[in-house]
Structure formats: structure tokens, C-alpha cells
T-cell receptor, first 111, second 115 residues
């Protein structure tokens, strides 16, 4: 059974720091991996989608990597800003088609 | 529409009442998913539609939960005889592609509180 784990559960950093959020999954047979952002009381906003054949994707200050063989993905946020404060969710897409989510990392960026 | 639209955004129900939650996916999207998110947790899969066909309902927690997408666009998640443990945010997502591929786009969710 596929399980997704995100570490740390919560993170607080001063503005301007570069930071890394970690995601691990137990079954490497996935089609893709997607990172989402969730603001309090809101839905999920897709940040980056990495297909299984890819190793990384970049969007602005965000970079996500995927190492399928070791079951790991990282989300790198450069020069963090208070507006980056949110919960970040990692989800993998196994061959059953349904996304399986981690518990999320709640990020607070202090001004 | 521009994004996935869900209604109502908030619903308070007394225990035992039936509720219906609506999802309008992005126009033309083939795949539609329902997820349940408890407070402080990641979303948990409930059910999946490809067009009007419900291909996977393995995540529905009991037979009180029922979902339909009769014309392959709008979907309704119905919960009968609601219980307190049904309190959660119900998220709908759609994808242009069929199962396995493609990016999922989520709505804002419907927050259900059962008293």
C-alpha cells in the first residue's frame, strides 16, 4: 500500500531563507508527483507536476525534484517571503490513478 | 468555467440529515475526483469518475455516501443520515486527461459541519 510522508510537519523560518520540504513515498511505481499549496480555509492550488520520467520541475522561486528509485521528492523554495506561508502538500499518482497525499508541511515565514 | 466550482462552501447539518454537495469541474475535463479532508490531515480519496462512469468508489467510507455524475460534467456527492464523523472539507478535483496522467485542479471545497 502506497504511503506518503512529509517531514517536517511544521516549519518556521525568517523571511529571505531558502528552505527545503521533504516528501517520501513507499512504492516507486508512480506516474507522477504533484506539489500543492493550501491556504487556511481554502482549496488546493497546484504548484508543480513532475512526471515519472522527469527529475525536476521549476516555477519561479520553486523547484521540485523527484528521485523515483529512492521514493523521494523535495520542494525547494528560494528567498522565502511571508506570502509563502501556507500548508504544502505532496501527492503521488500510482497506477490506480487516484492521488495519495501526505499530511502536509505547514510553513510560516516571519517578516 | 475558469476553475472548479463547489457549492455550498459551508454546510451545517444536524445529525441524521441528508446533504448534497455539488461540483462543477473545469469545462471539458474528463476526470473528476472527490476527496475528504479532516482537520489537519491530507485529503483522502473517496471516488473517481471518468466522464459519467464511476470507475472507483473504493474510498467511500460507508453506504451512506453516494456520488453521481450523470452527464459527465457536474457531480453531486450525497451523504445520507449524516454523523458527526462526517464533518470535514469535501474537495472536488478535475483533470483534462484520463486516469493516471495529467494535472489535477481542485475546487475551494465544501466544509461540512455535523452537529
Amino acid at each position: 500500500k502506497q504511503e506518503v510522508t512529509q517531514i517536517p510537519a511544521a516549519l518556521s523560518v525568517p523571511e529571505g531563507e531558502n528552505l527545503v520540504l521533504n516528501c517520501s513515498f513507499t512504492d516507486s511505481a508512480i506516474y507522477n508527483l504533484q506539489w500543492f499549496r493550501q491556504d487556511p480555509g481554502k482549496g488546493l492550488t497546484s504548484l508543480l507536476l513532475i512526471q515519472s520520467s522527469q527529475r525536476e520541475q521549476t516555477s519561479g522561486r520553486l523547484n521540485a525534484s523527484l528521485d523515483k528509485s529512492s521514493g523521494r521528492s523535495t520542494l525547494y523554495i528560494a528567498a522565502s517571503q511571508p506570502g509563502d506561508s501556507a500548508t504544502y502538500l505532496c501527492a503521488v499518482r500510482p497506477n490506480t490513478g487516484k492521488l495519495i497525499f501526505g499530511q502536509g508541511t505547514t510553513l510560516q515565514v516571519k517578516p | 468555467g475558469a476553475g472548479v466550482s463547489q457549492s455550498p462552501r459551508y454546510k451545517v447539518a444536524k445529525r441524521g440529515q441528508d446533504v448534497a454537495l455539488r461540483c462543477d469541474p473545469i469545462s471539458g475535463h474528463v476526470s473528476l475526483f472527490w476527496y475528504q479532508q479532516a482537520l489537519g490531515q491530507g485529503p483522502e480519496f473517496l471516488t473517481y469518475f471518468q466522464n459519467e462512469a464511476q470507475l472507483d468508489k473504493s474510498g467511500l467510507p460507508s453506504d451512506r455516501f453516494f456520488a453521481e455524475r450523470p452527464e459527465g460534467s457536474v457531480s453531486t456527492l450525497k451523504i445520507q443520515r449524516t454523523q458527526q464523523e462526517d464533518s470535514a472539507v469535501y474537495l472536488c478535483a478535475s483533470s483534462l486527461a484520463e486516469i493516471n496522467t495529467g494535472e489535477l485542479f481542485f475546487g475551494e471545497g465544501s466544509r461540512l459541519t455535523v452537529l
